[in-house]
Each structure stands twice: as C-alpha cells, then as structure tokens.
C-alpha cells in the first residue's frame, strides 16, 4: 500500500468524500420520527459522542504512525491485533456491499438501466480509485469533492426551501436515546480505519483535528438532509426526490460518486487491515478483492436496513477503543510484543456484552457512551492492578 505522506488538505478531502454518502442521508431518515428540533439535537449529540472518539482513535495512529489494527497491537499484542484486524476486514466487506447496493438503487431510481448494472459501475470505479492509489488522488479528490459540494448544497435548498413543511409531527417510531445511538453508529463505525489515514499524514495531530471537523460537518449535514427529506416528503427514497425536483443527471452524479470516495475508503481498509493479518500480502490486491466480492454481494443479496449491523459493529470496536484510549493516554501501556494480552481481551468481552445488555435499555445519551465509560474505567481498575506485568512483554 501507498506509503508516500499526505497534507492536511488530502485528509480533510478524504473525510469529506467519507461524509457525503447515500448510506449516511439514508441513515439520517429514521430520524424524521422525532421531528425536527429533537432529531437535530439526537445528530449532534450522538456525533459530538462518536467524533470525539474518532479524533482520539485517529489521534494514536498519527502519532505512533500504525495503522489502524497496528495500534490494537499495543493494547491486545499481535494475535489480538490480529483477531480484530480480521473482524474488521469482514465488516468492510459488509460496508463495501452496503454501500454499493444503496449507491445501485438510488443510481437505478434516478436513471433506469436494472440496479445490477449500476453495481457494476460503481464497483468499476471503486477499483479506478484504488489502483490510482490514495497519495495520488490530490487533484481527482478536489475535483470530486469540489463538485460533490456544489451538488449537495443545490440538494439541500430543493429540501428545505420550504421550512414550514419541517415541523412534522414526531411519531412513536424512535427515542431519542436512540436516536443519539444512530447518530454515534455511523462516526463509529469508521474507528477502525481512521488511522489507516492519519498515519501518513505529515502533520498527524493538525491532520487528524481537520479530518474529525470535516467528518463531523459533513456527516450531520447528510444525517439532516435525510432527516429533512423524511419529514418534508414523508418518504426515505432520496433519489426520488432528486428526480421529482428535476435533479435527473446531476442526482446521478451526487449518488454515483459519493458512493465510490466512500466505499473506497472501506475496499483500502480492508487492505491495509489485511496486512496486518499476514505481512507478506498485498493489501492493494486485497482492496479490489473486497471491491469484488461486495459488488457480488450486493447484486444477490438484500441490504436494506442496516440498523443492526451498525449495532453490532458498535458492541465490536466500542469496548475496543475504550480499551485503546486508556492504554494510550493514561496507562501508557504496550502489549504489541506479547501473544495475547488476556487481561484486555477479558475486559473486551465484558464490554462486548455490557454494550449488548444496554442495547435493551434506553439511555438518553444512547449506550455507546456508558459503555465505553464502564470498559473505561474497568480498565484503568486492571491496569493498576496488573501493573507489574502489564508494560513488559511476554511470549
């Protein structure tokens, strides 16, 4: 994989094209359930929540320059590195499927030519992405990112030209501590790939502070798009309502490419990650293998709701990060020459099904943040008590 260093401004563009998704404004339509003033304030509380770890996650891979799943290292050693490096190829695979078939049917409801051939283009340019590989996307990425901008603005006004049609009465379809829990799924979701980036970056801390701003802007204006667009048509199709307000080719090119600058972020994670597996692997090939195999998956297989993958993702990689953060910024913790760190791999399950428990009780603030808070703590109580042990390395 690329090696070469990065600017701030690539890492801002890459986290841009990772914001501006159909499966981001698609997401955001569940929240037209609370109506407006409540489902603004459950976006930005939740991305508040999920960005905030997002900066932190990003922020130990700049600065020890590992890749995401090598930082796990540090905490879990090299076969814990390892068992979430393959979760997290296998999620990517997931998102990349995801992705592709969301991008197909608004791209097929826009102008029709059957969803299978729609996944074969986006697959198609996914693959062009990569194989222009990610230090040399400067000048496509402003480009993209520049016209992508433009597009979701013209986007927006068409939404919310009319306000007055904003204050839709909420339904009982959603809490808010749900909704704040959908709202922290999606910056989440991306933990386990953030520092795949910011490990180039030749400002890491400066790099990773842009890259959270962005994201986090980015991606609650398409939550609000898909909110705005839920409550203002009373429908979740987006691409409908770029095609009734006459947004034919130009709502193509919004869907088409903001699903190939995102889901080429999860096809060269997946590579990156699957390095980490096996050293001698070439994760670039590794990235147009997932590309495939998603662009399958997405032609024979359903994929519309998502809610519980986002879940099930968050129960993985929440206690994970937890367990990260503390090591990095308080125990100053490295396992990544032992095995296995058992210790962290006990509080990880612990955290694993603390997270699964509090999905049935609703929390206001969602049950990303207590659950962290429990694993968390559990782990500055292990750490001291373990301390002897816990900095030197172990076969």
């Not at 699964?356 to 009780?361: F, G, S, W």
Request: net charge neutral; proline share 2%.
């Amino acid at each position: 994989m690329e090696e070469k260093k990065t600017s701030t401004l690539s890492n801002g563009l890459i986290w841009f094209g990772a914001g501006v998704s159909i499966a981001e404004i698609l997401t955001g339509t569940y929240f037209g359930e609370l109506g407006f003033g409540k489902g603004i304030l459950a976006i930005i509380i939740g991305h508040i929540i999920g960005c905030a770890l997002f900066y932190l996650a990003g922020l130990i891979g700049g600065k020890t320059e590992k890749s995401a799943m090598e930082t796990v290292a540090l905490s879990f050693g090299k076969y814990g590195s390892k068992f979430f490096a393959l979760l997290n190829v296998i999620q990517l695979v997931g998102w990349t499927g995801i992705m592709i078939y969301d991008g197909a049917l608004s791209a097929d409801t826009a102008l029709h030519a059957g969803k299978w051939v729609w996944c074969l283009v986006i697959g198609i340019l996914i693959i062009v992405w990569i194989l222009i590989g990610l230090s040399n996307l400067g000048k496509v990425s402003t480009c993209a990112m520049t016209a992508l901008f433009i597009l979701t603005i013209v986007l927006s006004v068409i939404i919310f030209k009319d306000t007055s049609k904003l204050e839709g009465a909420a339904s009982e379809g959603m809490s808010f501590g749900a909704g704040v829990e959908l709202a922290v799924a999606m910056p989440l979701s991306w933990l386990p790939l953030i520092s795949d980036y910011t490990r180039t970056a030749e400002k890491p801390a400066k790099a990773t502070f842009v890259s959270t701003i962005v994201y986090f802007a980015t991606s609650c204006w398409m939550y609000v798009i898909g909110m705005g667009a839920a409550i203002f048509t009373g429908e979740g199709d987006i691409a409908s309502i770029m095609v009734k307000a006459g947004l034919g080719i130009v709502g193509l090119l919004i869907i088409v490419f903001s699903t190939v600058t995102t889901t080429f972020l999860d096809a060269y994670s997946a590579g990156v990650s699957s390095e980490s597996i096996i050293s001698k692997i070439n994760g670039k090939w590794v990235a147009i293998g997932v590309t495939v195999l998603g662009t399958i998956g997405a032609i024979t297989l359903p994929m519309d709701d998502i809610t519980n993958f986002l879940y099930l993702i968050g129960s993985v990689f929440a206690p994970m990060i937890a367990i990260q953060i503390a090591d990095f910024f308080v125990l100053k913790n490295d396992s990544s020459e032992k095995k296995m760190d058992i210790v962290r791999a006990v509080i990880w399950v612990i955290g694993f099904i603390a997270y699964r428990m509090l999905m049935k009780v609703d929390i206001p603030c969602g049950n990303t943040f207590p659950d962290m808070a429990i694993t968390f703590v559990l782990m500055l109580i292990a750490g001291k008590a373990f301390k002897s042990g816990v900095n030197s390395p172990q076969d």
